[in-house]
Nanobody, 118 residues
Framework: QVQLVESGGGLVQAGGSLRLSCAAS????????MGWYRQAPGKQRELVAG???????DYAASVKGRFTISRDNAKNTVYLQMSSLKPEDTADYYC????????????WGQGTQVTVSS
């Protein structure tokens, strides 16, 4: 059983920073993709940033230059450093892990709330 445990959300003023962490445990295939999604009230869940086990990254246009995703493969942990936060970054942030070996395996964290006040 794979579990993802997120931490690091909270309330911050516009212009501030937060760092999210997500630790994965269980039987995890070495070659995988970890990412952060977010969902604001009334909106669809969207990919914020993702990183492969090889270190390739991808970012939503809205966060490029402000957010940085990184990972520690030895700890199966992914991080999201968020800087220059804006009120529109307010959302529930979800960690995601997936890999494909024959079938595709998808796992989600429970979510952590990020609120940016103006």
């Amino acid at each position: 059983q794979v579990q993802l445990v997120e931490s690091g959300g909270g309330l911050v003023q516009a212009g501030g920073s937060l760092r999210l962490s997500c630790a994965a445990s269980g039987s995890i295939f070495r070659s995988n993709f970890m990412g952060w999604y977010r969902q604001a009230p009334g909106k669809q869940r969207e990919l914020v940033a993702g990183i492969t086990s090889g270190g390739s990254t991808d970012y939503a246009a809205s966060v490029k230059g402000r957010f940085t995703i990184s990972r520690d493969n030895a700890k199966n942990t992914v991080y999201l450093q968020m800087s220059s936060l804006k009120p529109e970054d307010t959302a529930d942030y979800y960690c995601h892990l997936h890999w494909t070996v024959g079938a595709t395996y998808n796992y989600w964290g429970q979510g952590t709330q990020v609120t940016v006040s103006s």
